[in-house]
């Protein structure tokens, strides 16, 4: 079983910079493709960012694509989400998410239903 804990959102100004992180325990992390998806309220969840098990393939959404990174660190079992320029509609709950298969694809690397674990969340709200 892999248990996901995410960390890092809170209270941030338009143009301003957050970084979340997601701890991973149980499994073997460093096999894993890595997500993060958002949901802000009344919307459904949606794709952020993902990445590989070395680190060497990521995608984005469109929305993030040149202000958010995604990286990972194998040896502390953690996933980060920087996050730049951030405006208001960032605003949302954010979720780590582990595919525990491995496999890469940049298509499936989008779609919520690759993943099998989910973290609670964090929040995030950007004010303008």
């Known amino acids: 079983q892999v248990h996901l804990v995410e960390s890092g959102g809170g209270l941030v100004q338009a143009g301003g910079s957050l970084r979340l992180s997601c701890a991973a325990s149980g499994g073997t992390f460093s096999s894993y493709v890595m997500g993060w998806f958002r949901q802000a309220p009344g919307k459904e969840r949606e794709f952020v960012a993902a990445i590989n098990w070395s680190g060497s393939g990521t995608s984005f959404a469109d929305s993030v694509k040149g202000r958010f990174t995604i990286s990972r660190d194998n040896a502390k079992n953690t996933v980060y989400l920087q996050m730049n320029s951030l405006r208001p509609v960032d605003t949302a709950d954010y979720f780590c998410?582990?595919?525990?298969?491995?496999?890469?694809?940049?298509?499936?690397?989008?779609?919520?239903?690759?993943?099998?674990?989910w973290g609670q969340g964090t929040q995030v709200t950007v004010s303008s």
């Open positions: 998410a582990a595919d525990e298969r491995g496999h890469w694809t940049i298509i499936t690397s989008t779609k919520p239903t690759s993943y099998a674990y």
